[in-house]
């Protein structure tokens, strides 16, 4: 399965969106309200694995670790991802272990879980400027590190419509 | 000179974006009036964004999440691009700082974030000052007694020197990454023992119930005709 996170409103009239999301975890910015990470690491030592905040998101590490493909469907801002799906990122923190290992000469959490994923991430926006593209190109490469993901891809699409040619 | 000190942590109580604020309050310009901001997970007024377009400097600090900048942080900017493009003074003479702290040891996996910063500066018509990262940020918390420039906190040091020379002589310099003055398998070592186990013990958990592992919740996956189906 894979869990697709994207920003794109009224998805429901998107009918090449509910082909691609059809059989999979789907997290979108018109689904339920969002809290965002208040940084407590609740997850990490007061309920292993769960968020404590008690919306629809407690259970993002447990979601994630039923898949096998991590796609992020984001307008791309300032060379990262759009707020909501940075939101629903950050609220991933359970998906990993608060103990540390090394990689490439760098601290990084070890994981929860055995699985790993593979990571996906599709960018839009006009008028984005280099400098932007190469730091979410870097941004995708640190988070996959950190996550434990088995590889990664990101591309850069001007619109919406060129996204939809590619993903239907 | 007008300064906004700008904490990004969402955390409640003590944050350590909050004690880099501290060290570098008496650091700053005699001559500047500083005003102080904290950005939690509730949005700011109108009127703040404006209060903040105003000013001669924005100092952020805040906690790097996902190698990057936290989403509430993040939204607050975006809205602040906003406030730019409608208000019609033009913001030429905003100069940004950013002091990053993060979990890991090594201070330049804040590189990113200081990138993002830049990247958001030239959406805004701002001008980028600099900008340090700064690792094992969790420490500060048990080093408030040590004087910066000193023991653990002597790169902290040079860091906010770095910052400081900046803001004094107006100039935008290339960005600083740091960690503390003691070795990584230490912070490695006294992050389990001291940090983590022993908050987990608070909670009456044992080290090993931290690596439990939930199983998928009963959630409803869609279905192509748009309906939703049970797992
Ligand atoms: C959701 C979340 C994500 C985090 N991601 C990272 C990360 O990618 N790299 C890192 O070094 N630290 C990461 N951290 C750790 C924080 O940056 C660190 O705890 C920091 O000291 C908190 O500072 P504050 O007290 O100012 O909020 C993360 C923490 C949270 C809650």
Known sequence: MKMIVHDLE???????????????????????????????????????????????????GARLAACDEMVLISRCTYGGYSPFVCNVLNRMLPYVLPYFRMLKGQMHHQLRYEQTVKFNVYFYGEDLTANERQTAQELVQANSLNLGAKGFEVSFYDNIRQLKEVLS | MNIALINGSPKGGATNSGFLLEKLRPLLPQEAAISTYRIGPKALKNEQYLELLAMDM???????????????????????????????????????????????????????????????????????????GHGAGEMFGSVGHVPVGSGPLKNLGLALEHLVGSIRSGESTEPFFTQPNFPRGLWKLSSTQLFWNATAKKNSLKPKDLRRRPGMPPIRLPQSGGKRQDV
């Open chain 1, 10 to 60: 009224n998805a429901g009239e998107l009918p090449w969106l509910t082909a691609f999301g059809s059989g999979q975890d789907v997290i979108g910015i018109d689904n339920a309200v969002i809290r965002h990470c208040t940084g407590c690491f609740g997850c990490w030592t007061r309920t292993p694995g769960t968020c404590v905040l008690k919306d629809e998101y407690r259970h993002l």
């Open chain 2, 58 to 132: 924005l100092v952020l600090a805040f906690p790097l999440y996902f190698d990057a900048i936290p989403s509430h942080l993040l939204r607050m900017l975006t809205e602040m691009e906003r406030s730019t493009q409608s208000s019609n003074q033009r913001p030429q003479t905003v100069r940004v700082y950013a002091m990053i702290n993060n979990g890991f040891f090594e201070g330049d996996q804040c590189k990113l974030a200081v990138e993002l910063i830049r990247n958001w500066c030239e959406r805004c018509g701002f001008m980028f000052g600099t900008a340090f």
